[in-house]
């Protein structure tokens, strides 16, 4: 049985249809702005949406390169990437930023090596076990 719920958070109403599984759990379907919102106080005044942002560049496919993939240890988004394709890392260092249930994770090099790929771009989610980046050799 699929339920509607208009949710309204920070002044912005989304419907939410809800589909029952069982006697306490439900699972969200679909999550989408209201066309039309509902008025706030201040309604004179309008502010401009957000557009998502755009990646600068697609990420490389894990199944084209070569080489020991290092994975996510936990479904996330992806903060910021600091490695790319050929540069060398030492055991330890930073590769990139995964946010998890609020807390910024370090995922850093488990060895010296050169990245001979990078799977994730700033922005991107995961889940446990996706390939992050590849180590050559």
Do not use: R
């Given at each position: 049985?699929?339920?509607?719920?208009?949710?309204?958070?920070?002044?912005?109403?989304?419907?939410?249809?809800v589909?029952?599984?069982g006697?306490?759990?439900?699972?969200?379907?679909?999550?989408?702005?209201?066309?039309?919102?509902?008025p706030?106080?201040?309604?004179?005044?309008t502010?401009?949406?957000?557009?998502?942002?755009?990646?600068k560049?697609?990420?490389?496919?894990?199944?084209?390169?070569?080489?020991e993939?290092?994975?996510?240890?936990?479904?996330?988004?992806?903060?910021?990437?600091?490695?790319?394709?050929?540069?060398?890392?030492?055991?330890?260092?930073?590769?990139?930023?995964?946010?998890?249930?609020?807390?910024?994770?370090?995922?850093?090099?488990?060895?010296?090596?050169?990245?001979?790929?990078?799977?994730?771009?700033?922005?991107?989610?995961?889940?446990?076990?996706?390939?992050?980046?590849?180590?050559?050799?």
């Amino acid at each position: 049985m699929m339920k509607k719920y208009k949710i309204t958070v920070e002044g912005k109403t989304y419907e939410v249809e809800v589909e029952e599984m069982g006697a306490s759990a439900a699972t969200p379907l679909a999550v989408a702005p209201l066309a039309a919102a509902a008025p706030a106080p201040d309604a004179g005044k309008t502010e401009p949406v957000p557009k998502p942002e755009t990646p600068k560049s697609a990420a490389v496919s894990p199944d084209s390169i070569a080489g020991e993939k290092l994975p996510a240890p936990m479904p996330g988004t992806i903060l910021s990437v600091s490695v790319s394709a050929g540069q060398s890392v030492t055991k330890g260092q930073v590769l990139l930023v995964l946010e998890a249930m609020k807390m910024e994770n370090e995922i850093v090099a488990h060895k010296d090596g050169v990245i001979s790929g990078v799977f994730v771009q700033k922005g991107s989610s995961v889940n446990a076990g996706d390939p992050l980046v590849a180590f050559a050799g």
